[in-house]
């Protein structure tokens, strides 16, 4: 006795189909599961077993193979438990053949034979539009997350018993259904630009960085505003697309981080990671390889806060994801590329002590141990962080202002507007913003006139900037310039880009 279950299971961020076969012969009892199935997949057979003696269904006394085609791929997961399940119902005749070969099921089974979540059912429904498929059943708590893709029908399922009666044709179910429109309506949440006392300079900086996608160092006191700058900083980005909410929506399923009442990430995403962290942990990897925090905050923001004390073997493995917007992760069995283009957000003290260079309180640090702190940051890292900001101690007077500084709705409106002309004049290319560009862009749509030149020449020359950072500072100019509504890059939008390379400027 032979039955055929269509299932998925993920590769990367994309999933692809298994066939989840199961055959039932004589012989003693026996229950093995092939097809390369790791830990997880391997522990079904008790699930499966309980769930349809406790769901009233007859467990076959035999010798049960199961095999996970294609079998050369390792599976790894819970959501196997539903398919091999209607697989044995079938394989005993309590289903009859044929209906349960038109859908794609994904589940985890409970003792009991409830329905569980499980990860990845975002991918999977993605795919599985292109299967030739009837529909998709999936736990009632991923029917809303499957339901955003447009051309399948999505079906969300409680119980082992219920499954078994809509196959049957003894039950009706109706297809979830989300309205994605809705999803975008609330605008960004969180905190508010109006709330930051102060720090004007640091908001324009932070405008300009949100305008072109750039990458940004903040370096002040304990206590002046760093934290709380970075964390506004979402509210002021454009709105994601519904492509870019998809792609962001996937790696969040395959990690397990999208909350059961979402649908979709709508908002962009704001990773905080603790300096503690592994090299894993922030780029992705491991045994069973997953995203890391590099990709959960794919076309959002990566806060670092106090970088120094992060390891730097980790914060080295940076470089690649920030050139390149994806991490490759290779092992021996396969290679998998995650998606990564994220801004880098990063906070740190001027020295040990915190207070270098602040107007009230005296910096105890030597220069040694002032330099040993800084070196903890390489230059080729700081290279490609595009804007480094001085985050100066707050007076008192801006403290006890009553009046609200300009709200985040004021500057995201000006954001949008210089998104749009980075995106009409960038379209021919895929990209979306001046980020983004390499150099053949910066040749064509950065030109400077030759006082901008003589600029560019002296202080490349006094400071020794890289050809790194001198394309950077062509970037954020031409950002800058985008926000002033100029077709030219001027030398005023050059000189403010200029100033946002303290750091290099310090060390030369």
């Known amino acids: 006795m032979l039955a055929k279950v269509l299932s998925g299971a993920l590769i990367g961020i994309d999933a692809y189909p298994v066939e989840v076969e199961v055959d039932i012969a004589m012989g003693l009892p026996q229950f093995s599961t092939v097809g390369l199935p790791e830990g997880a997949v391997k522990e079904s057979k008790d699930r499966v077993k309980s769930a349809i003696k406790n769901s009233g269904y007859e467990f076959p006394a035999r010798r049960i193979t199961i095999n996970l085609a294609p079998a050369d791929i390792k599976k790894d997961g819970t959501a196997f438990d539903l398919p091999m399940a209607i697989g044995l119902l079938t394989a005993t005749g309590a289903l009859k053949p044929g209906r349960e070969g038109r859908y794609v ?22 795919a599985a539009r292109n299967w030739d498929v009837a529909g998709l059943l999936l736990p009632e708590e991923n029917a809303r997350e499957g339901a955003i893709v447009e051309g399948l029908n999505v079906y969300g399922v409680r119980d082992l018993g219920e499954v078994v009666e809509f196959l049957r044709g003894e039950k009706q179910l109706e297809p979830c259904i989300v309205a994605t429109d809705e999803l975008f309506l609330s605008g960004p949440q969180g ?3 109006a709330e930051v006392r102060g720090q004007e300079h640091v908001k324009r900086a932070l405008e300009i960085a949100a305008g072109g996608g750039h990458n940004v160092l903040m370096i002040g006191p304990p206590g002046s505003g760093k934290t709380m700058l970075a964390r506004r900083l979402p509210t002021i980005l ?11 929506t996937k790696i969040h399923s395959i ?15 704001f990773r905080s990671p ?7 942990g922030l780029i992705g990897g491991g045994a069973n390889p997953r995203p890391g925090e590099v990709s959960l905050a794919h076309n959002g923001v990566l806060f670092l806060d106090e970088l120094p004390e992060f390891k730097k073997n980790v914060l080295e493995m940076l470089r690649q994801p920030l050139e ?16 990564a283009c994220f801004m880098l957000v990063a906070a740190m003290n001027p020295c040990n002590c915190g207070f270098a260079g602040d107007s009230l309180r005296e910096c105890s640090c030597t220069p040694p141990m002032l330099q040993r702190y800084r070196s903890r940051l390489s230059g080729p ?80 020359d006094r400071f020794g900037f890289s050809a790194r950072t001198y394309s950077r500072i062509l970037k954020v100019a031409r950002t800058i310039a985008d926000l002033a509504g100029s077709e030219q890059i001027e030398q005023p939008h050059l000189a403010e880009a200029i100033q946002y390379r303290s750091l290099d400027r310090r060390t030369s």
């Open 238 to 248: 454009p709105a994601q697309t519904f492509d870019e909410a998809l792609e962001t």
């Open 324 to 339: 390149d917007g994806q991490v490759t992760i290779s092992r021996a069995a396969n290679t998998l590329t995650y998606p």
């Open 105 to 126: 099921l994904l589940g985890e089974l409970s003792l009991d034979g409830r329905i569980k979540p499980v990860r990845g059912a975002l991918p999977v429904a993605v």
């Open 381 to 460: 890292l700081l290279d490609r962080i595009d804007l480094h900001i001085d985050v100066p101690r707050v007076p008192h007077k801006d403290l006890a202002d009553p009046v609200d500084a300009e709200p985040s709705e004021a500057i995201r409106a000006r954001v949008e507007s210089a998104r749009e002309v980075q995106r009409q004049r960038l379209a021919p290319y895929r990209l979306h913003c001046n980020a983004q560009m390499q150099a053949r862009h910066i040749r064509k749509f950065c030109p400077v006139d030759p006082q901008g030149q003589k600029l560019l020449e002296m202080v490349t």
């Open 274 to 280: 603790h300096h503690t962290i592994s090299d894993a």
């Open 191 to 193: 905190d508010n630009f």
């Open 255 to 269: 990690v397990g981080l999208l909350p059961r009442q979402d649908a979709l990430v709508a908002s962009r995403p």
